[in-house]
C-alpha cells in the first residue's frame, strides 16, 4: 500500500470518527479543519464515503452525517457485544441504589467508551452517552481497567503528556501508575473532578472467564450528593461489578478481551 493511499485512508477514517452524538452533523469546512486536510482534500474523501453509503449530505442545509453503511456495521459490532445487553438490570438496579447515572464502558487505546448507560431519576444530569469518549486516565472507569494493565503497557499508551483537563486530573505518569496501584488493590477507583470539576466517580473492573479485565461499570455525580455516601455507593459498584462478572463467567461464550481493545 503506498503512502498516499494510506494517508487517504486514515483521513477517511477520521472523518468518520469526527461526528459524534454532540456533533451529528458537521460541514465541509467543519470536516477539512478537524481532520487537518484542504476543503478539496475533503470534499473528495467524502465523495468517496458517501458513494459507499458511509456519508449522507443534507442538501437542505449543505452538511453531512453518516450514512447508512455505518449502522450495519454498528449492529455487527453490538452483536459482538451481545453478552453486554444482559445487563442492564443490572444498572437499573445500581442505579435505583445510589440514585445516579450508572455506566459500562470498555477502553480503546487511552480512552473509555461508555457501551451502555442508566440515567439518574435526578433533573440535573451528567453529560455523558452511549458511544462518548472520555479520557481513560482521569475517569474512574477508565482507571478501573487500566489498573489491571501491565506498567509497560500504560508506559506505551501514556508515552505522550497526560491530558491536564482539570486542575484535579493526574498529569504525570509515576503518579498515574501509583495510582492504579492501590486501585488495583482495593478493587475500585474514586474519581474526584478529575474529569468534570464538582463530579465524583465511582468505578469497578468486570472480569471474563480468564480473569482478564476487559470492562468497568461505574456512578458518576455531583459531589454534594456523591460524597456524603461515597462508602455505601463503592459497596454497590463493587457488589454490581461482581455480580456482572459472575454473569459473564456463566455465559457459554468467554468474552475474548481483544474484542475490546
Do not use: W
Request: proline share 3%.
Amino acid at each position: 500500500m503506498s503512502r498516499t493511499t494510506n494517508s487517504s485512508l486514515t483521513n477517511a477514517l477520521r472523518i468518520l470518527k469526527s461526528f459524534s452524538i454532540d456533533h451529528p452533523e458537521l460541514t465541509l469546512s467543519e470536516i477539512a479543519e478537524v481532520v487537518g486536510v484542504s476543503k478539496s482534500t475533503a470534499c473528495r474523501l467524502i465523495q468517496t464515503l458517501e458513494s459507499e453509503g458511509f456519508i449522507y449530505q443534507n442538501m437542505n442545509f449543505n452538511t453531512y452525517r453518516l450514512g447508512s453503511s455505518v449502522l450495519a456495521l454498528s449492529n455487527t459490532v453490538v452483536d459482538q457485544l451481545a453478552i453486554l445487553k444482559e445487563t442492564t438490570h443490572f444498572l437499573k438496579q445500581l442505579t435505583a441504589q445510589t440514585g445516579e447515572s450508572s455506566h459500562i464502558a470498555i477502553l480503546d487505546n487511552t480512552e473509555v467508551i461508555y457501551l451502555k448507560k442508566e440515567d439518574s431519576p435526578y433533573r440535573v444530569q451528567l453529560l455523558s452517552h452511549i458511544g462518548r469518549r472520555n479520557p481513560a486516565h482521569c475517569t474512574a472507569s477508565g482507571q478501573a481497567i487500566l489498573a489491571f494493565k501491565k506498567p509497560p503497557t500504560i508506559e506505551k499508551l501514556f508515552e505522550r503528556d497526560l491530558e491536564k483537563v482539570t486542575q484535579y486530573s493526574i498529569t504525570s505518569l509515576p503518579k498515574l501508575q501509583q495510582l492504579l496501584a492501590t486501585v488495583r488493590t482495593q478493587g475500585y477507583s474514586i474519581s474526584k473532578g478529575e474529569y468534570i470539576e464538582g463530579i465524583v466517580s465511582v468505578g469497578a473492573p468486570i472480569y471474563n472467564k480468564k480473569n482478564q479485565v476487559f470492562a468497568a461499570v461505574s456512578v458518576a455525580g455531583p459531589k454534594k450528593r456523591m460524597l456524603p455516601d461515597l462508602q455505601k455507593i463503592v459497596d454497590n459498584v463493587v457488589f454490581t461489578s461482581n455480580n456482572i462478572t459472575k454473569y459473564v463467567k456463566a455465559h457459554v461464550k468467554d468474552v475474548d478481551i481483544e474484542t475490546f481493545i
